[in-house]
């Protein structure tokens, strides 16, 4: 599928363009975002490659992922969001919002709005999702979401120069169904 569009109250999940490299720096390109992220922060020209790899693959055929822009009113890039597409109707869902709207509800709204075109436009059975153990914002994220806690990984991501764990979370389609009226606006 593609182009994906989707819309929210504030917020749209859209493709990534050429144009989104300068805000697309503000996540990408901020250590204190990508410090619990499992990548490190990545300079203009690295990350110049990656976008143009990003929007080429997009257009693959089956998509891998949906791994689309978090954009405000006024069309500004804020974020990312993914969904990558596993076995058996899965995907593990994954988000940054840049520092500078941090704590306005953003990445809740994005991720409702992923769940829902998740469960409800890809058929998908069951979405994960890894966080740090010292990610407290992801975890109540998750939480406030309906995920469940599963466990812990060991060493599951070599990041900023050293092995992290992680939490692993899921929510099934039947438990996305019966939270969501409850998340807000975005239903
Ligand atoms: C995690 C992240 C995406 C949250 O984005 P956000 O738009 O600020 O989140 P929201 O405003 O929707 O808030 C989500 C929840 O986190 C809580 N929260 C936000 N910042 C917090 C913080 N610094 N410490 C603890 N909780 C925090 C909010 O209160 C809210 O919980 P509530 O619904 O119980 O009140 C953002 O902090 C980020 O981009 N971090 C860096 C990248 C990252 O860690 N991505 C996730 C990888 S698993």
């Not at 693959?57 to 978090?70: E, S, V």
């Not at 840049?98 to 979405?127: P, S, V």
């Not at 929510?171 to 807000?184: F, Y």
Request: proline residues 4%.
């Amino acid at each position: 599928m593609f182009p994906v569009v989707i819309t929210g109250p504030r917020l749209t999940l859209r493709e990534f363009q050429a144009d989104d490299l300068d805000p697309s720096m503000a996540v990408v390109g901020d250590p204190e975002v990508t410090r619990t992220l499992s990548f490190d922060a990545r300079s203009r020209n690295d990350q110049a490659e990656r976008l143009a790899q990003d929007i080429t693959r997009a257009q693959a055929q089956p998509r891998p992922d949906y791994y689309l822009a978090i954009t405000n009113s006024t069309d500004l890039l804020v974020g990312f969001i993914r969904i990558g597409l596993g076995r058996d109707n899965s995907g593990e869902l994954g988000y940054a919002i840049r520092r500078a709207d941090w704590g306005k509800g953003y990445a809740t709204e994005a991720a409702a709005l992923m769940l829902n075109f998740g469960f409800d436009t890809l058929h998908l059975h069951r979405i994960q999702a890894a966080c740090g153990p010292d990610n407290h914002a992801s975890q109540r994220l998750l939480a406030r979401l309906a995920f469940t806690p599963e466990g812990r990984i060991r060493d599951h991501v070599f990041t900023n120069g050293g092995w992290r764990d992680s939490l692993l979370y899921s929510i099934l389609d039947h438990e996305w169904r019966n939270q969501r009226t409850s998340v807000g606006e975005v239903q």
